[in-house]
T-cell receptor, first 113, second 115 residues
Framework: DAKTTQPTSMDCAEGRAANLPCNHSTISGNEYVYWYRQIHSQGPQYIIHGLKNNETNEMASLIITEDRKSSTLILPHATLRDTAVYYCIVRGTGGGSNYKLTFGKGTLLTVNP | KAGVTQTPRYLIKTRGQQVTLSCSPISGHRSVSWYQQTPGQGLQFLFE???????NKGNFPGRFSGRQFSNSRSEMNVSTLELGDSALYLC??????????????FGPGTRLTVL
């Protein structure tokens, strides 16, 4: 079972920031938070990951609360091409016996013109 | 750097047949994972290979098997196909090293239809 909870769907206006929340209240100390997105019928695309500090890359920012029980993915200026299902995933370090991505149902983000 | 490639992209088979799917990881990546995606069950982990050894396995029947070659390319085989095996099969590659984060990069998938 997925260890995260996300809203089923969200809307965002083009050009605005999209803030996608994720709850992971049972996260362990060595588990990372990963975000992927999937545009219809394509393979999931890696976006960003973090452990406890906020992270930013060319695609998005990841804000993790101090207690690490929740996080928010921020797309600063959403475009129509950002319409996709966004998955928040919690996973341990690489190489371990639990080395897999457990996908939940994700959040369908619809960016409207 | 070239991304993950999967062949074939589309496949139609009939019940009872077997099928082999292929995945070429990103150069330098030693871990290859396979996932099945269906509308009802979503994305589910099948297995992961690292340095030619199966390191992790999901909850799928033995009809689903895989292997990895010395160049890290991987194949997945499904025998005695059932209608319920119709799905998008995705492969993901990563460095697979222990002790830290490990981003997985996905291929475009193989769409399998079982008639």
């Amino acid at each position: 079972d997925a260890k995260t909870t996300q809203p089923t769907s969200m809307d965002c206006a083009e050009g605005r920031a999209a803030n996608l929340p994720c709850n992971h209240s049972t996260i362990s100390g060595n588990e990372y938070v990963y975000w992927y997105r999937q545009i219809h019928s394509q393979g999931p695309q890696y976006i960003i990951h973090g452990l406890k500090n906020n992270e930013t890359n060319e695609m998005a920012s990841l804000i993790i609360t101090e207690d690490r029980k929740s996080s928010t993915l921020i797309l600063p200026h959403a475009t129509l091409r950002d319409t996709a299902v966004y998955y928040c995933i919690v996973r341990g370090t690489g190489g371990g016996s639990n080395y897999k991505l457990t996908f939940g149902k994700g959040t369908l983000l619809t960016v409207n013109p | 750097k070239a991304g993950v490639t999967q062949t074939p992209r589309y496949l139609i088979k009939t019940r009872g047949q077997q099928v082999t799917l292929s995945c070429s990881p990103i150069s330098g990546h030693r871990s290859v994972s396979w996932y099945q995606q269906t509308p009802g069950q979503g994305l589910q982990f099948l297995f992961e290979y690292f340095s030619e050894t199966q390191r992790n396995k999901g909850n799928f029947p033995g009809r689903f098997s895989g292997r990895q070659f010395s160049n890290s390319r991987s194949e997945m085989n499904v025998s005695t196909l059932e209608l319920g095996d119709s799905a998008l099969y995705l492969c993901a590659s990563s460095m697979g090293l222990a002790g830290g984060p490990d981003e997985q990069f996905f291929g475009p998938g193989t769409r399998l239809t079982v008639l």
